[in-house]
């Protein structure tokens, strides 16, 4: 007598998605990667003939409910922890855990360090720092097709229409900054920042600082750069803002890449008797030391809770094979907080 019931096995599962049993391997196990159409034919045929791999698979062991986050190394930045912490608080609300891998971009390629992030059992993984100005072909490839889901957060100058990520609007944030000047009184402004050449932030806030400046007419609208050291300390603001009202003594409106270039800044315009916001106002992008100076500056904050929380989101959405084949950009601009070096009075 025949056995009613027989074990469905991996070769069924190739036969019904009309793939190999390979790549029903790679994708069962999460090794290698696999076109979003493979992986949703392969998971329909799963769903359908109700496929369940050996008891003593690795794919049976717990590893969808871990998201990974990849951070710079420790670099004492307040923001890249305070990425992780809520990371975790937002990725345990959604029912998963969190790792946090901090890479060293500087010494290894982007595609290198994700094969090796990988071959962990993660659900997902959320890329929030690389210094690359651009993705090569085999790395768009290699995101694109992961078996795990990759999102990334994009400060690149033009998105990749094919990547999910959390785009950053820092073009529309500098121009905000700008109106803000300008509706202060402000008609002759600078902008300093690292090279454009070598920082995508710095690129979009620049470009996003002149095209305001542009739109309103005002008179004077410059970019001054500095090249970044070793560490990023203020006496780079400085150093820009000296290079800036050598320029133009006449400059009534800052506008500072980070609040540490803004720290460089208040020095320079406290020691060449420059008041503010009586004659100089600032903004800067950044929170994390702006409301601490002398006068607490203005500044563009981009909350770590409201980005990884999108980033869960999204991760939550991909496990979903047949949401992979839908491509997501979610945009988030940093919000303006209004303080004292940007008031008529202080």
């Known amino acids: 007598m025949s056995n009613s019931f027989q074990k469905v096995k991996m070769r069924d599962v190739a036969q019904r998605a009309g793939v190999s049993p390979a790549a029903v391997s ?27 791999p050996d008891e003593d698979h690795p794919s049976r062991f717990p590893r969808w409910k871990v998201f990974g986050i990849l951070l710079p190394p420790f670099s004492g930045a307040h923001f890249y922890s305070e990425l992780g912490a809520q990371f975790e608080v937002n990725a345990n609300r959604a029912g998963f ?7 060293d971009f500087g010494t290894h390629t982007i595609l290198d360090l994700l ?84 920082n995508k932030a710095s690129a979009q806030r620049g470009a ?72 100089v106002r600032v903004v800067t992008f950044n929170n ?12 563009l904050y981009l909350d770590p809770a409201e980005v990884t929380q999108r980033a869960v989101e999204q991760l939550c959405r991909l496990q979903n094979p047949a949401e992979r084949m839908i491509t997501k950009q979610i945009a988030i601009q940093p919000a303006l907080i209004v303080r004292p070096s940007t008031l008529q009075s202080w």
């Open 97 to 103: 855990h969190s790792l946090a891998f901090h890479l």
């Open 115 to 198: 094969k090796e992030v990988t071959k962990e059992r993660l659900a997902g993984i959320f890329m929030v720092s690389f210094p690359h100005m651009e993705f090569t072909e085999e790395e768009v490839d290699f995101i694109a097709n992961s078996s795990i889901p990759i999102l990334y957060l994009s400060e690149f100058i033009t998105p990749y229409p094919t990547l999910n990520c959390i785009l950053l609007k820092n073009a529309e944030a500098a121009a905000e900054a700008v109106r803000h000047l300008a509706a202060a009184g402000c008609r002759r402004l600078a902008f300093l920042g690292p090279p454009a050449a070598i």
């Open 26 to 52: 790679r994708y069962v196990n999460g090794t290698g990667y696999l076109s979003c159409e493979m992986q949703c034919k392969i998971q329909h045929a799963i769903d359908e003939l109700n496929y369940l």
């Open 208 to 279: 996003g600082f002149l095209a305001q400046a542009a739109r309103l007419g005002l008179p004077y609208a410059k970019v001054f750069e500095v090249e970044l050291g070793r560490q990023i300390e203020p006496e780079l603001g400085r150093r820009a803002a000296q290079n800036a009202f050598s320029d133009e003594p006449n400059i009534d409106g800052l506008l500072c890449w980070s609040d540490v270039f803004a720290a460089g800044a208040l020095w320079h315009l406290r020691q060449s008797g420059r008041a503010v916001p009586g004659q």
């Open 288 to 299: 994390e030391y702006s409301p601490y100076l002398c006068p607490p500056v203005t500044a």
